[in-house]
């Protein structure tokens, strides 16, 4: 969920002015163009709160959600764009997330778990044994409230965490940063991370 306050970005090639920009699942890194002015807000959901905040999984873009939300999220985008000083833009989302963002808008205890067990699972079939559910149950709930199969998922936060490890320690062996993310071997992360996170671990250390 994001909120340009400035001039327009790019995202994937299309450009976005001042406003409300709803990001939708993607199962890939995506690429953004910012211009030195650029100013940005907005918070993440945790896994699967967004469907029950916008009532659906969001599949476009702003154009994709209820319309007496997105007015809401309108009003919002004006007083941060009115309101200077990233604390006090902080303080102002904060609020107004207390105030329209509750407990019903979470995903089951289930899911929850699910996620858990999905992220250090060697085989995902252990964790529908786990949960007392089959995997056909596992995979329908998680394409529901994420639009990525258990699978995609592993795979995307293996990724994540593994440019989040060279972040904290660039001088890593790359072999064993491999194993350690559960990666059959240091080939394997090289391919996932450049097709999931378009770039290799190697040209990622670079850019640190």
Not at 191 to 201: H, M
Request: charged letters at 20%; proline letters at 4%; aromatic letters at 6%.
């Amino acid at each position: 969920m994001l909120f340009n306050l400035g001039p327009p970005i790019r995202l994937e090639g299309k450009s976005y002015s001042s406003g409300v920009i709803v990001l939708p699942v993607n199962t890939t890194a995506r690429s953004i163009t910012l211009s030195a002015d650029t100013q940005l807000a907005g918070f993440r959901f945790n896994p699967g709160v967004s469907v029950g905040f916008f009532g659906k999984l969001v599949r476009r873009d702003a154009e994709d959600i209820d319309a007496s939300l997105l007015k809401k999220l309108q009003l919002l985008h004006q007083s941060l764009v009115t309101t200077s000083g990233h604390n006090a833009r902080i303080v102002l989302m904060y609020k107004w997330l207390q105030q329209h963002l509750g407990i019903h808008h979470c995903p089951p205890q289930l899911f929850k778990d699910a996620i858990e067990l999905v992220e250090h699972a060697q085989e995902i079939g252990l964790v529908s044994d786990e949960l007392a559910l089959s995997q056909r149950q596992l995979e329908r709930q998680f394409k529901a409230l994420t639009g990525m199969t258990p699978k995609q998922w592993q795979r995307t936060i293996r990724v994540k965490n593994t440019f989040m490890a060279l972040k904290k320690q660039p001088d890593i062996e790359l072999a064993a940063l491999a194993v350690n993310q559960g990666f059959s071997d240091q080939a394997h992360m090289t391919r996932e991370c450049k097709t999931i996170g378009k770039i290799t671990p190697k040209q990622y250390l670079k850019l640190l």
